[in-house]
């Protein structure tokens, strides 16, 4: 039985950029193939009528829009781009729309072809600060209330610019500059097998044969046999160690020790004594 939904096939993306070259016209400044999906490059102005074309024109057919994601470049004079995610349910296939945009140019909302782009162009004004001319609800929606920046820029510190915290006098939620405990650390994220000229705290019980630092890790059998060298060193003697166990020949060995003066009888005690014998004469 063959499947409702044609399966995918590498040779669309030619077609597909094809198609989309004659339905878009102008509107479209570039069309290449990366990673095995198509990217459609464009213009800010020409976006409604490219989104359009690529719905309804047939032969492309992309009904759905999936997701709508924002990237920043900052070396560039438009800094963001926004990517629009779109499928072709009769067609099985997927492309990618970019179109670009800074702070200043608000890019056309779509939320008239896909009324579920409101929430996805929210998500990239919180995120990156791209405007939308036409969204009628254009306010932050992961965010929280007078949060100050765009977190997904790339200039954002890592540490953002306010925390909050439950203050036990004031008996709320407070929210206060940042304050670090201490620095971000610098961290070496080279393993030491892998090239390094140095040897972490304990990785040098894993080079035994060699000297600490060694830039090559050894073998499993150089590692047996500097443990059977190392053991043999380590080996106790009578000589050196004096105190090793060894089997009791006598009393003496045993390690009771000689009696003390405490091993005598002791005298009696006279109160005792006489106690007793008061007993005994009544």
Same mark, same amino acid.
């Given at each position: ?13 030619? #077609? ?35 989104? +359009?074309?690529?719905? =309804? ?5 992309? !009904?759905?829009?999936? *997701? ?21 349910? +009769? ?9 670009? %945009? +800074? ?22 004004? =919180? ?35 306010? *925390? ?17 405990? !201490? @620095? ?56 050196? *160690?004096?105190? #090793?166990?060894? @089997? %009791?020949?006598?009393? %003496?060995?045993?390690? #009771?020790?000689? &009696?003390?003066?405490?091993?005598? &009888?002791?005298?009696?005690? &006279?109160?005792? +004594? #006489?106690?007793?014998?008061?007993? !005994?004469?009544?």
């Amino acid at each position: 039985m063959r499947a409702p939904a044609p399966a995918w096939a590498a040779d669309l993306n030619d #077609a597909t950029i094809d198609s989309a070259r004659a339905a878009l016209g102008e509107a479209l400044s570039d069309a290449v193939e990366v990673a095995g999906e198509v990217q459609l490059h464009v213009t800010r102005d020409g976006l409604i009528a490219a989104l +359009t074309a690529l719905r =309804d024109t047939p032969g492309l057919e992309y !009904q759905q829009l999936m *997701e709508i994601a924002g990237v920043d470049y900052p070396d560039r004079a438009e800094r963001f781009e926004v990517v629009y995610c779109l499928l072709s349910l +009769t067609r099985n296939h997927r492309l990618h729309v970019h179109v670009p %945009a +800074t702070e200043e140019t608000p890019v056309p909302s779509v939320t008239g072809l896909w009324p579920v782009a409101g929430w996805l162009e929210r998500e990239v004004y =919180d995120m990156f600060g791209v405007l939308f001319s036409g969204n009628a609800d254009l306010r932050r929606i992961l965010t929280d209330y007078g949060f100050r920046g765009h977190p997904f820029r790339k200039d954002f510190p890592l540490s953002g610019y306010v *925390e909050l915290r439950y203050s036990e006098e004031q008996k709320r939620v407070v929210y206060e500059p940042v304050s670090l405990a !201490q @620095d971000f650390r610098t961290f070496d994220f080279m393993s030491p097998w892998e090239g390094a000229a140095y040897v972490l705290p304990g990785d040098e019980k894993a080079k035994l044969p060699e000297a600490k630092g060694a830039p090559s890790p050894v073998t499993a059998t150089e590692v047996q046999k500097a443990d059977a060298v190392q053991s043999a060193k380590a080996a106790p003697t009578a000589a050196s *160690e004096p105190y #090793a166990k060894k @089997d %009791a020949q006598g009393t %003496a060995d045993t390690g #009771a020790g000689k &009696p003390g003066s405490d091993a005598a &009888p002791r005298p009696a005690d &006279p109160d005792v +004594t #006489a106690s007793k014998s008061g007993g !005994q004469n009544q």
